[in-house]
């Protein structure tokens, strides 16, 4: 089975703080992938990593970075966390095989932002 | 930009019930569309994955169908169950990039 696993369920953090949430996946994937997920918005894509080393924007990439320097694992960076970053974010990975496979999604890391 | 919308966006319905749920995009041009499942407070698991050029896809209770022409797809939840209950969410995929709709709520009363 494939997993992936996000290193908190829960944080709470205040205003201007520096924020990582990690992501890790044990099956080799190439493609790992950060979202989050708001009433009403759905599911947008912040970054996505081809694989290791490599990132690319996704919708709404603004006060986030990323880094991937190992495959297994893609980490989510809040420069300096604000009131609306408050959100779940969830982590999936896939295999990039011809005509797409799915992803597999983490639990999510619920953060509040004091 | 792609857009995908779902509706309805909540339905309630009671156990036993054959339920369909809609899932629309704005553009033609994808891989592969996906129904995922999410429960309160967790990740997302698939459910079924359509390439483009498949018209329907089929596991267990449901069956998900793929008109790419026209930028819909429905899930098909036969004899629902409470278990069932959950948001139920569509992803299309457009070269690397996945695009979600908002979900439907679904609530199986027993």
């Known amino acids: 089975d494939v997993k992936v696993t996000q290193s908190s369920r829960y944080l709470v953090k205040r205003t201007g703080e520096k924020v990582f949430l990690e992501c890790v996946q044990d099956m080799d994937h190439e493609n790992m992938f950060w979202y989050r997920q708001d009433p009403g918005l759905g599911l947008r894509l912040i970054y996505f990593?081809?694989?290791?080393?490599?990132?690319e924007k996704g919708d709404i990439p603004e006060g986030y970075s990323v880094s991937r320097e190992k495959k297994e694992r893609f980490s989510l960076i809040l420069e300096s966390a604000s009131t609306n970053q408050t959100s779940m974010y969830l982590c999936?990975?896939?295999?990039?095989?011809?005509?797409?496979?799915?992803?597999?999604f983490g639990p999510g890391t619920r953060l509040l932002v004091l | 930009k792609q857009e995908v919308t779902q509706i309805p966006a909540a339905l309630s319905v009671p156990e036993g019930e054959n339920l369909v749920l809609n899932c629309s995009f704005t553009d033609s041009a994808i891989y592969n569309l996906q129904w995922f499942r999410q429960d309160p407070g967790k990740g997302l698991t698939s459910l079924l994955l359509?390439?483009?050029?498949?018209r329907e896809q089929t596991s267990g209770r449901l069956n998900a169908s793929l008109d790419k022409s026209s930028g819909r797809s429905t899930l098909y939840i036969a004899a629902s169950q409470p278990g069932d209950s959950a948001t139920y969410l569509c992803?299309?995929?457009?070269?690397?990039?996945?695009?979600f709709g908002s979900g439907t709520k679904l609530n199986v009363k027993p």
């Open positions: 999936a990975s896939r295999r990039p095989l011809a005509g797409g496979e799915t992803q597999y």
């Open positions: 359509i390439q483009s050029s498949q």
């Open positions: 990593s081809y694989d290791v080393k490599m990132k």
């Open positions: 992803a299309v995929n457009n070269f690397n990039k996945f695009y």
